[in-house]
């Protein structure tokens, strides 16, 4: 089966840490950006970080800038998500996915392979 494999959510008091990572399964991704979003209950989903198949550019949504690291190993097929200083806002299931071509989009619909997800919790 083509999906991704997201894994380490949780939860966790606010101003701590957690390190998602999502593995690819039945795909390639080196030549691919690759994207990490999240899903607030109701809400669409909406990008939080991209990371170019470079591995050194990347972007990031206004609210974690600064929190949140996107990296990624190739060698691996795994995108990894380092996210500090987490807030009760940041709660979401939190998905990973390869974006479809060439394109590097913030969008969800410019990506595909998307895995179950992984729930982060940060208490109020």
């Known amino acids: 089966q083509v999906q991704s494999v997201e894994s380490g959510g949780g939860s966790v008091q606010a101003g701590g840490s957690l390190r998602l990572s999502c593995t690819a399964s039945?795909?390639?991704?080196?030549?691919?950006?690759m994207g990490w979003f999240r899903q607030f209950p109701g809400k669409e989903r909406e990008w939080v970080a991209i990371?170019?198949?470079?591995?050194?550019?990347?972007a990031y949504t206004d609210s974690v800038k600064g929190r949140f690291t996107i990296s990624r190993d190739n060698a691996k097929s795994t995108l990894y998500l380092q996210m500090n200083n987490l807030k009760p806002e940041d709660t979401a299931m939190y998905f990973c996915?390869?974006?479809?071509?060439?394109?590097?989009?913030?969008?969800?619909?410019?990506?595909?392979?998307w895995g179950q997800g992984t729930q982060v919790t940060v208490p109020s």
């Open positions: 996915a390869r974006s479809k071509g060439w394109s590097c989009s913030t969008r969800a619909a410019g990506y595909e392979y």
């Open positions: 039945g795909y390639t991704y080196a030549n691919n950006c």
């Open positions: 990371i170019y198949p470079n591995g050194v550019s990347t």
